[in-house]
C-alpha cells in the first residue's frame, strides 16, 4: 500500500478500503504522506465523492488519530452540539445552559471564529475574567457539579484534521460533502459526548447553499454517529440572514443573556428551543422531542436557564454580575446609524459580506492567532422581509477604529437586495434528520 497508489484510486473513482483510508491518514499525522499528497487526495475526493462507508471510515480514522477525550468520569448522558457555522450565530450561550438546568451534562469544547464566522471561544472570551482553558480534572468536576463548561479545544484532538482542514483551506477542497462530514464528525466523536445535536446551516451565508446538499450532509453525519456508537439529531436552519440581530462578540453575548432572560429575537430563540429541545431528548430527561421542548421552553420562562448561565459563567471566573449589560461594560467608541436612502422591501441579505464586514472591523480574524476586538460589530435593525421606508435606521455599525468604520459604513450598502413585493417567507427550521 502506498499513498500515490490510494490517491490513483480515488482519482479513478474507486472505493476506498477501511484499510487504504487508515493508511492514508496515519501517514499524513505521521509525516509519511506529504501536505501535497494530501491535497492531490482532497481534490480527487472533491470530485469523485465518497460513498457512506467510507465517509464513516475517515470519520473514525481520523477521531482516532489523536488523544480523545475520557468523559466516564461525568455522571449521565453526556450531549454535545455543532454548528457548521454562520453569521450572528450565538445558540451554544443558549442552549447549553438550558440542558444543564434540564439537568443533562454538556461538556463542551468549542472552537474560535476564523474568516467570516464566529467563534464561541471568542464570544465567551468578552465577558471580563472568563477562563476557556480549564484543565481536564476542573473540566470534569464542574460538569459532575453544575452539569456545564464550555471550554476552547486544546491538546492533541484529531491532529489529522488540522493538518486536512489546513490544506483544504487553501486548495479550495473545503466544500465538499464527505470532507465536511468526516472533519466535523471526527472532533465530535474525540470530544467524547454520547449524544450530538448538529445545527447544519442552509443558505448564503453557509457552507451548504440549498436544501438538497445539507440534507445529504446532515444523513451523511448521523449515519458516521451511528458507526460510532453515538446518536446524532441534524436541525437544519436557515442562513439566508443572520441569525437574530446583533454580529459581534460582546454583542452576541448580550443578546444571548437577552434570549435567555425572554427578550431575545424570535428567530435566536426559537431555533435555540428546538436544539436544546433535541438535546435534552438524546440526553435522556424526556421521552418525547415535543416534552423535551415544553421542558425547556418552562426553564427559559422561568429564568432556569438564564440563572444557569450565570452560575457557568461565574463557575469559570467570569464576572457574572455584569452579564446584563456586557454590550456596555467595554463599548465601542464610535458608532454609525445606517439609515435607508430608499423605501422597498428587503428582499435578501448578503450574509457573507455582512460577516466579513464585521470580521474587518477587528471582531473576527483572517488568520489563525490575530487577536480581535471584543466589543466592535452590528447591530441590525432591519432584516429580510422587512418593509423599509426612506431614513429608516438599517443598522447600527460599532467600531474602535475610524479608519475601519469608514470602510464598513461604505461596504454596508452592499448586503441588501431589494424588491418592491414582499419576499417569500423563510422559516428559520428548514428540517430535522435523526437516526
Ligand atoms: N467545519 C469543520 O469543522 N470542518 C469542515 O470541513 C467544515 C466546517
Known amino acids: 500500500m502506498n499513498a500515490e497508489n490510494i490517491i490513483r484510486s480515488k482519482r479513478d473513482g474507486r472505493e476506498l478500503t477501511r484499510e487504504e483510508i487508515e493508511y492514508f491518514i496515519k501517514g499524513l499525522v505521521g509525516g509519511k504522506v506529504a501536505d501535497y499528497q494530501a491535497a492531490a487526495w482532497a ?29 466516564s468520569a461525568i455522571e449521565g448522558i453526556k450531549v454535545d452540539k455543532h454548528s457548521t457555522g454562520g453569521v450572528g450565530d450565538k445558540t451554544t450561550p443558549v442552549v447549553v445552559p438550558l440542558c444543564a438546568a434540564a439537568g443533562v451534562p454538556v461538556a463542551k469544547l468549542s472552537g474560535r471564529g476564523l474568516g467570516f464566522t464566529g467563534g464561541t471561544i471568542d464570544k465567551f472570551e468578552s465577558i471580563p475574567g ?37 490544506i483544504r483551506d487553501v486548495t479550495a477542497t ?51 454517529g451511528l458507526q460510532a456508537g453515538r446518536r446524532v439529531s441534524a436541525v437544519l436552519s436557515d442562513m439566508n440572514r443572520p441569525l437574530g440581530q446583533a454580529i459581534g462578540n460582546a ?18 430563540t426559537e431555533l435555540c428551543l428546538i436544539l436544546a429541545s433535541h438535546m435534552v431528548y438524546l440526553g435522556g430527561a424526556a421521552p418525547s422531542i415535543e416534552e423535551a421542548h415544553a421542558l425547556v421552553k418552562g426553564l427559559l420562562a422561568s429564568g432556569q436557564g438564564y440563572s444557569k448561565l450565570c452560575e457557568m459563567v461565574a463557575a469559570q471566573g467570569g464576572q457574572a454580575e455584569d452579564l446584563e449589560r456586557i454590550a456596555t461594560v467595554n463599548p465601542a467608541r464610535l458608532q454609525a446609524e445606517i439609515r435607508s436612502e430608499r423605501a422597498g422591501y428587503i428582499e435578501s441579505l448578503v450574509t457573507d459580506e455582512i460577516g466579513r464586514i464585521v470580521m474587518r472591523l477587528g471582531a473576527g ?67 430535522t434528520v435523526s437516526d
Open 43 to 71: 481534490m480527487a475526493v472533491y470530485f469523485q465523492g465518497m460513498t457512506r462507508r467510507e465517509t464513516s471510515d475517515l470519520a473514525l480514522a481520523m477521531a482516532y488519530s489523536g488523544e480523545v477525550m475520557d468523559l
Open 130 to 166: 472568563f477562563r476557556t482553558e480549564l484543565s481536564q480534572q476542573e473540566f470534569i468536576d464542574q460538569v459532575n457539579r453544575i452539569k456545564a463548561a464550555v471550554i476552547s479545544q486544546t491538546g492533541n484532538l484529531v491532529p489529522a484534521d488540522k493538518i486536512l482542514y489546513g
Open 251 to 268: 454583542l452576541e453575548i448580550q443578546e444571548a443573556v437577552d434570549t435567555l432572560r425572554g427578550q431575545g429575537p424570535g428567530d435566536l
Open 365 to 431: 480574524r483572517e488568520r489563525t492567532g490575530e487577536p480581535i476586538d471584543h466589543a466592535v460589530g452590528v447591530k441590525l435593525y432591519r432584516k429580510t422581509g422587512d418593509l423599509v421606508e426612506v431614513n429608516d435606521t438599517l443598522a447600527v455599525i460599532m467600531a474602535n477604529d475610524p479608519g475601519k468604520l469608514e470602510v464598513a459604513r461604505k461596504a454596508w450598502p452592499g448586503v441588501y437586495n431589494w424588491g418592491d413585493e414582499p419576499p417569500l417567507s423563510r422559516p428559520i427550521i428548514l428540517g
Open 174 to 224: 473545503v466544500d465538499s460533502i464527505p470532507l465536511i462530514a468526516s472533519s466535523v464528525m471526527s472532533k465530535k466523536i474525540a470530544s467524547g459526548a454520547d449524544g450530538i445535536v448538529l445545527d447544519i446551516k442552509v443558505g448564503q451565508g453557509a457552507f451548504m447553499k440549498d436544501l438538497d446538499s445539507a440534507t445529504e450532509l446532515a444523513e451523511s453525519m448521523v449515519a458516521i
